[in-house]
């Protein structure tokens, strides 16, 4: 692995995320979040491969619509309709909606794993099932992780929980981690503009 990509897969920011963890069982667990969708009717294997498609498409239309943008413009639209109808399924209606009816909370994330407060115990080695809806594009991650760490909230940084828990991810594929990771630098990104924004109107002050 290059030193490029050392850093983006180890690149965290600290966000505010709609968030809902459940334990899961070793069985559950040593079967792979695959198996475990196709058995739960799970929509966000789904929503990931629809995810992948999308940038994918994007990225076409880009080089497409630079030569027709006529044919870049019906794509695009085309693209748009499917988004359309595939978040007005049911399906992907309640699980937001799930999220939705959460607090959100401030975690630390990263492609590989994150940080998050909670007043549960959860021993090192525990088993979940995570998910986190980000804002405000309200886009679904979903993935199996272990717990590495927890220790006792010594500060209110990821909220007023009684426990920090640090948990690394197992089972996200290729295309929802590099979703994320996009997600992660878009984010830097914004705060970046943001403070620089903020430092120019001080100084012309």
Known sequence: MS????????????????????????ETFGKGIDRWRLRS?????LQTRVMDLSARLDEALFR???????????ARLLNEKI????????E????RTDLLMRPAQQCEI?????????????????SLLVRFLVLPENRLFETFAKVRRTEPAESEEL??????????????????????IQHLFMKQTQVLRMRRKEAEAEAED
């Not at 990263?110 to 525990?126: K, N, P, Q, R, V």
């Open 92 to 95: 992907f209606q309640e699980t």
């Open 64 to 74: 497409v619509g630079k030569e027709n943008p006529g044919i870049s413009e019906v």
């Open 159 to 180: 909220g007023s929980f009684s426990h920090h828990v640090a948990v690394e991810f197992h089972g996200m594929n290729a295309a929802e981690r590099e979703n994320l």
């Open 3 to 26: 030193k490029h990509q050392e850093k983006r897969r180890s690149f965290r920011i600290t966000e505010t995320v709609l968030l809902d963890i459940q334990r899961i069982g070793e």
């Open 41 to 45: 009717g799970s929509v966000s294997g």
């Open 110 to 126: 990263g492609s590989e794993g994150m940080s998050f407060g909670t007043d549960e115990t959860l021993a090192e080695g525990t």
């Open 83 to 90: 988004s359309t109808v595939m978040e007005a399924l049911p």
